[in-house]
């Protein structure tokens, strides 16, 4: 978590906008081979998910890949 905030702070200038909420099975394949690693989940903003109003918010996404690639550079080499 710590990660993460620090390198959206840098990156965006602000704080992020940290929820608990019931999702992340993604996080599972990571754990196996990074067992003390821990874990987050993120993504781009989205309104009513798992429904047919769901929608993306189209800016989110791109600040997620720059966010996602940025992290992606500090996990160490298996």
């Known amino acids: 978590m710590h ?7 840098r ?3 602000k704080t992020p906008n940290i929820q608990i909420i ?4 993604e ?4 754990k196996k081979p990074y067992p003390e690693m821990d874990m987050v989940s ?5 309104t009513g998910p798992h429904s047919p109003d769901e929608q993306v918010h189209i800016e989110s996404v ?10 992606l550079k500090e996990i160490p080499a298996k």
């Open 3 to 9: 990660l993460v905030r620090e390198t959206y702070q």
């Open 22 to 25: 019931h999702a992340g099975l």
């Open 62 to 71: 791109g600040h997620y890949w720059t966010l996602l690639t940025e992290l």
């Open 27 to 30: 996080c599972g394949l990571f």
């Open 11 to 13: 990156l965006f200038n």
């Open 42 to 46: 993120i993504g781009p903003t989205i």
